[in-house]
């Protein structure tokens, strides 16, 4: 077989990643595939300081790969939306298979864009799309492919849980650890999607489609980000023995799909409540196999690397078959399932929350009679003194609760929150026991 020609359009940490790896372990690729595999056709606007790509053409503009005659597969490791959109679209026009690590452009634009690519029998792989360098996409499209799913939790942001860790554990502000990690190169062009949560919805909307055979459905998932959790939530979640871990979560039930992204407490003897720094896991509960944790470094160029070149070992063995190529959401086309993916409000979960209350007799019957008459049963309950007994002073109430489905949850805060003795908004974080 004629050597497989590679376009990477991109050249930054991904692109440039991918590019040193597949050069330096080409023997090793070439001895488990017995193909060769070769970048013809690299296009960047610049090649940056300490890049060395030798002789290989380079362009401009994108485009020129996806125009380019040679090439098999394309690399499209841009970023961002319309632009990566119209590269991916453009080069499966042209019969070109396409490996991307973009997120953003298949959980919004990937519904289009397996449709195209299944009508000119091209594949579309996406593998660093999620947790980096972690093979989840692989795990649950091919190695759990006998089980029927019934949830997945995962830590996908590595940026999230860097700053999560940092504040835990040397007490730092929110602010300079975001930088810590702009630095390091972990964080998105814009970092909110890391710290609101966009990055990991993103992510979570693929796996929820590849677990339960379902479309892809990122303006259904739910999103909270991490920036309301202090470092006395952190605190208190640990002194009643839990970590708060910025969590997605998917779970499938008889009402529907829960898609959801938000700070979680979770038991500190769960493994996953472990997981510190930049690193990602997830968690896959399957009905055959029980549950299963995949670990890993969630970002960087290496990491990310490696999973993009997987991709294209995986295109290039399934280029002379394309028709054995593993559906692209993991099942066939005609046999997505329609079933709804739940509004916030339709969830249950236990529940964290952090009262602010005066420091004066009877608020704490106040709020729990409230609890009381909405039926939310109390599991724990801890008062923070204030520092001097002032009674203008406000104290931390902090209360666990029982399950309890969030709509009902939103009405007592209400009710809580409308106290006289209560002071601003309640702060509510969902607790996950991350069992079924
Ligand atoms: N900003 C992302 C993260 C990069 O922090 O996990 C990898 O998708």
């Not at 060769?36 to 056709?41: A, G, K, L, T």
């Not at 991916?88 to 070109?96: H, Q, T, W």
């Not at 236990?350 to 939310?376: H, N, P, Q």
């Amino acid at each position: 077989m004629k050597p497989i020609s590679i376009g990477i359009c991109g050249l930054g940490t991904v692109g440039y990643g991918s590019f040193t790896v597949l050069a330096k372990n080409s023997a090793e690729i070439s001895r488990r595939t017995g193909l060769e595999i070769v970048v013809s056709h690299i296009a960047t606007r610049r090649i940056k300081e300490g890049q060395d790509v030798g002789d290989v053409k380079v362009s401009a503009d994108v485009f020129a790969v996806a125009e380019d005659p040679d090439v098999d597969i394309v690399l499209e490791l841009i970023g961002g939306y319309d632009t990566a959109r119209e590269l991916v679209l453009r080069a499966i026009a042209n019969g070109k298979h396409v490996v991307t690590a973009n997120k953003a452009l298949i959980a919004v634009h990937g519904n289009e864009i397996f449709s195209a690519a299944k009508k000119k029998n091209v594949v579309v792989a996406y593998e660093a799309a999620v947790a980096g360098g972690i093979p989840i996409i692989k795990a649950i499209r091919e190695g759990l492919s006998a089980n029927h799913i019934q949830w997945l939790a995962g830590i996908i942001n590595g940026t999230g849980n860097f700053i999560l860790t940092e504040m835990k554990e040397k007490s730092s502000e929110f602010s300079a650890v975001l930088k810590q990690a702009q630095d390091l190169g972990y964080a998105e062009a814009d970092p909110t999607f890391d710290v609101e949560g966009i990055d990991a919805a993103h992510k979570l909307t693929i796996l929820a489609s590849i677990a339960f055979g379902i479309p892809l459905q990122f303006d259904k998932a739910y999103t909270e980000g991490i920036s309301k959790v202090t470092i006395e939530d952190i605190r208190y979640a640990g002194e009643l023995g839990y970590r708060i871990k910025h969590l997605g979560i998917a779970r499938k039930s008889e009402k529907g799909i829960e898609l959801r992204v938000h700070p979680t407490l979770i038991s500190q003897d769960n493994l996953i409540a472990n997981v510190n720094g930049v690193m990602n896991a997830v968690m896959v509960q399957g009905d055959a196999v029980g549950p299963t944790l995949f670990y890993g470094a969630g970002a960087g160029a290496q990491p990310t690397a490696s999973a993009v070149v997987a991709d294209v070992i995986d295109v290039a063995r399934t280029l002379s078959h394309p028709e054995n190529a593993i559906p692209a959401l993991a099942f066939q086309e005609g046999s997505l399932s329609d079933i709804s993916v739940l509004p916030i409000s339709e969830i249950i979960s236990e529940y964290y929350l952090r009262i602010m209350a005066r420091d004066k007799a009877g608020v704490l019957a106040d709020i729990t009679e409230i609890l009381g008459d909405f039926s939310i049963n109390i599991e724990a309950v801890i008062q923070k003194e204030p520092r001097d007994h002032d009674a203008h002073q406000l104290l931390s109430v902090i209360i666990l609760t029982d399950e309890i489905q969030e709509s009902i949850m939103d009405e007592a805060i209400e009710k809580i929150e409308a106290l006289g003795a209560v002071g601003g908004k309640v702060a509510r974080i969902r607790m996950d026991k991350l069992e079924d």
